[in-house]
């Protein structure tokens, strides 16, 4: 094989992609109240949202251990090898990956490697595979793919809003007042991301309607030139409500192409039941 993209599995590779064996996603697992649950094929979407409803515990993820990744990049024996991990501010993916990196080239020095940490999440990391993927086709080598899918993550912008700010208030990514002051008034926020990869409120808005459309109108004054552009929107258990953001954005846009792409385990853990997540 050629090349290959690794991704972990906050990132939602569709199956198409992953049928013609050049996508592999490696797993998280996330606990709830002692149920283990590993985030592959076998993750129950509405499962989850159950079990994460009626459990009075924050749910615990753990990332993937280097063996993991290691066998991740050695399966298909490809030449040049792209990997995509969550920001490295949120998990110790990232930091997995690499070790794992670190013993691939020793055993194989002739074939390449590279991490890249996404500063995002979920749909960033499926744009920033796809980038790769793209770069590597048209011919340039590997150097050239990495630097400029680099400075695609540099040049990449995140968005989200949230149905419930519970999980995030609970894992410490928010204050409890700003929790709480947004439950009591219905006050949704508009988050993005650093470009360290940290989440960082943009805006907010009275219910989630209002915040959606907040959220449009800042990546339209942000994005420029969207036609040589894909965006991505991912949606925890609300297809209709990204749908809705999608014929929004088009009223006034043209991207080269729009994924809309339902969550993953860990994305369905940090989104929540109703949570909209964007990336272009």
């Known amino acids: 094989m050629d090349y290959k993209i690794v991704i972990d599995s906050c990132g939602e590779v569709p199956e198409e992609w992953k049928q013609e064996g050049r996508y592999e996603n490696v797993p998280l697992e996330i606990d709830v109240d002692g149920c283990r649950i590993v985030d592959d094929e076998s993750f129950d979407q509405a499962d989850f949202l159950r079990r994460v409803a009626a459990s009075p515990e924050c749910p615990k993820s753990s990332c993937p251990s280097p063996e993991q990744y290691l066998q991740a990049y050695e399966r298909g024996e490809a030449g040049c090898v792209y990997v995509v991990t969550l920001s490295e501010q949120l998990s110790g993916s990232y930091n997995s990956a690499v070790l794992a990196m670190n013993l691939f080239q020793e055993?194989?020095?002739?074939?390449?490697?590279?991490?890249?940490?996404s500063r995002s999440a979920s749909i960033?990391?499926?744009?920033?595979?796809?980038?790769?993927?793209?770069?590597?086709?048209?011919?340039?080598?590997?150097?050239?793919?990495?630097?400029?899918?680099?400075?695609?993550?540099q040049d990449m912008n995140t968005y989200f809003v949230l149905e419930s700010l519970e999980t995030l208030r609970k894992n410490g990514r928010l204050t409890g007042l700003k929790a709480f002051v947004a439950s009591a008034l219905n006050i949704k926020p508009v988050?993005?991301?650093?470009?360290?990869?940290?989440?960082?409120?943009?805006?907010?808005?009275?219910?989630?309607?209002?915040?959606?459309?907040?959220?449009?109108?800042?990546?339209?004054?942000?994005?420029?030139?969207?036609?040589?552009?894909?965006?991505?929107?991912s949606?925890?258990?609300?297809?209709?409500?990204?749908?809705?953001?999608?014929?929004?954005?088009?009223?006034?846009?043209?991207?080269?192409?729009?994924?809309?792409?339902?969550?993953?385990?860990?994305?369905?853990?940090?989104?929540?039941?109703g949570g909209i997540i964007m990336c272009v």
Do not use: W
């Open 235 to 273: 949606h925890c258990n609300c297809l209709e409500r990204a749908l809705g953001v999608k014929r929004e954005i088009e009223k006034d846009m043209k991207f080269q192409d729009i994924l809309v792409l339902n969550t993953r385990g860990i994305s369905s853990l940090y989104a929540n039941d």
């Open 124 to 153: 960033g990391q499926t744009l920033i595979g796809r980038k790769a993927e793209q770069l590597h086709l048209s011919g340039k080598d590997f150097q050239e793919v990495v630097r400029e899918t680099e400075q695609y993550v």
């Open 191 to 233: 988050m993005g991301a650093t470009p360290e990869g940290t989440i960082c409120q943009l805006s907010q808005a009275r219910g989630i309607n209002k915040a959606l459309k907040k959220m449009v109108e800042i990546m339209k004054r942000e994005v420029k030139d969207p036609a040589g552009k894909i965006l991505a929107i």
């Open 107 to 117: 055993k194989h020095p002739d074939r390449q490697i590279h991490v890249f940490n």
